[in-house]
């Protein structure tokens, strides 16, 4: 399966990583709910870190926001927080502080990418078409779930923010 080998880089880096700004100015609301700003622990030094990913569900009922590792087991911030648990999330104007995390089984996974498709059919159409990823099929859904883990976030009291 055709799956970026690296992390980005350079100038793709820096676009981004363009959200986290947003975030820092209290502004990250102005993304609404498709994206998710979390802070975590490097896994060797122990700083904080920040970065911002595309919400793949979102349960208002319960507070869950789910996102996927798109570069796999490889993204740092997945490897941070399966070492250390996410320090914070913020997602619309909702505030988790050590938020629950659980990450999803290849079932779910599978399930959570298929109504992704169904709920952004064009923007599914584009990653599959930049990433090669076989998104657009069960098959291909079935097999991103074995390699992309997805990450449940839910708030510790339920109220949406602490």
């Known amino acids: ?20 700004r947003l ?24 700083v ?3 970065t911002v990913l595309e919400v793949v569900r979102h349960q208002p009922d319960s507070g ?8 796999g087991d490889r993204s740092q911030w997945y490897r941070n927080i399966t070492r250390s648990p996410a320090v914070e999330i ?3 104007r909702q505030h988790y502080r050590y938020p629950r995390q659980r990450v999803l089984d290849e079932s779910e996974t599978a399930d959570l990418l298929a109504g992704y498709v169904r709920r952004h059919p064009h923007v599914a ?27 449940s976030f839910t708030p510790r009291d339920h109220s949406g923010s602490v």
């Not at 980005?8 to 986290?20: I, K, M, Q, S, T």
């Not at 709910?33 to 802070?39: C, D, E, N, Q, T």
């Not at 869950?64 to 570069?71: K, Y």
């Open 1 to 20: 399966m055709p799956i970026t080998k690296h992390c980005p880089g350079g100038l793709l880096r820096g676009v981004l990583r363009a959200p986290v």
């Open 23 to 46: 975030y820092r100015r209290d502004l990250g609301w102005l993304l609404g709910h498709r994206f998710l700003y979390l802070v975590h622990r490097g896994r060797d030094t122990g």
């Open 48 to 50: 904080l870190r920040e």
């Open 64 to 71: 869950e926001v789910v996102v996927v590792s798109g570069w």
């Open 90 to 92: 913020r997602v619309g």
């Open 125 to 151: 159409r584009v990653l599959a078409r930049v990433t090669g990823w076989p998104l657009l099929s069960e098959e291909g859904r079935a097999e991103l779930a074995r390699t992309l883990p997805a990450i």
